[in-house]
Every structure is written in structure tokens, then in C-alpha cells.
């Protein structure tokens, strides 16, 4: 069974800039511990919202139509990325660029929240800390200036193999 989750995805220009970031890590990481570090493909990058884990087939298509709900609400999106560092504190094993939660990110949480409860598909309550994740492993804590504008919400299908993790885009909202 496949497990879900809310992500805004990123196009190719949102790519690039987090690749220009990830590029400078992939090149000092060459020298010192790149047996250690597992870089996540570019394809796999996203900002997750909520994970959903398993969820019954009707109640994605329930989803969907909540998701185009989202929209209406008209937002503007943005996160300052100031940070790139292992994730989480206690037992890192993700290489994330990380963000300060803001008002509008908050809102957004709490309304997918909102909507997650009322369709009664089971999610993390856990406080949403804004981060890309770029690799696997535990490095010190970066300074980083990365400015995005957040423009969308996609609902991902979450696919594991013996090739690792891959996931597959089912639905995308503009926001």
C-alpha cells in the first residue's frame, strides 16, 4: 500500500536555485565525507505540508476536491530558507535547508489540517518546520539566503523499492 503526502512542488527555476545551494555542499562534501552523504535527485525535492500515510482510495478523491478549495483562498506563499542543517536535532539523519515558519505558512498548515480532520483522513499534528530535504546523513549547521515564493500544493504518492524512495505527482493545485 502506498503512503501520501501534501507537498508544494517546485519548478525547474526553484530547482536551479536550490541546486546552486546543493551544488556548493556536493563540492565541499567531495573532499570529506561523501561516503557518508546520500544525495536526494532534485526530482525528489518538495516542502512537505502534511503526511497523510496511508489513505483509503475514495478519500482521495475526496481530497482532490478539497484541495481545489486551497485555491480560492488566494495567498501569497513566502519562506525565507536561511539555514542548512542536519534534521532533525535529536537523531539527525536528513540534510535540510530549513525555514522560519510565518503566518502565512501557519494558516496554510491549519487549514489542511482543517480539512484533513473533516474528510477523516488520519495526519501528523506535529508543528510543521519548513525544510527541503537535500540529503541523508549529519553535517554541521550552514547559513544559508534562500528566498522562494511557494505557488502551489501537490498531493504525492509516496513509492518505495529496493532502488529507494520515489514519488509520483497525482494532483497539483496553483495557489
Not at 506535529?126 to 553535517?139: D, F, G
Request: net charge positive.
Amino acid at each position: 500500500m502506498s503512503r501520501y503526502f501534501l507537498a508544494v512542488d517546485f519548478d525547474d527555476e526553484i530547482r536551479e536555485k536550490i541546486h546552486r545551494i546543493v551544488r556548493h555542499y556536493k563540492t565541499s562534501d567531495e573532499q570529506s565525507c561523501s561516503h557518508q552523504v546520500r544525495w536526494i535527485p532534485s526530482s525528489n525535492w518538495h516542502l512537505t505540508l502534511a503526511f497523510l500515510g496511508h489513505v483509503e482510495v475514495n478519500k482521495l478523491a475526496q481530497l482532490s476536491g478539497y484541495l481545489k478549495l486551497l485555491k480560492s483562498k488566494k495567498r501569497s506563499l513566502k519562506l525565507n530558507f536561511t539555514k542548512c542543517e542536519a534534521f532533525p536535532a535529536r537523531k539527525p539523519s536528513v540534510i535540510a535547508l530549513r525555514a522560519q515558519a510565518n503566518e502565512s505558512i501557519n494558516q496554510l498548515e491549519e487549514d489542511i489540517s482543517s480539512m484533513l480532520s473533516e474528510l477523516g483522513i488520519a495526519h501528523s499534528n506535529k508543528k510543521l518546520l519548513p525544510h527541503i530535504s537535500i540529503a541523508r546523513i549529519n553535517p554541521s549547521p550552514q547559513n544559508i539566503d534562500l528566498r522562494l515564493q511557494l505557488t502551489n500544493i501537490t498531493l504525492f504518492k509516496s513509492l518505495s523499492s529496493h532502488k529507494g524512495v520515489r514519488y509520483e505527482r497525482l494532483e497539483r493545485v496553483e495557489l
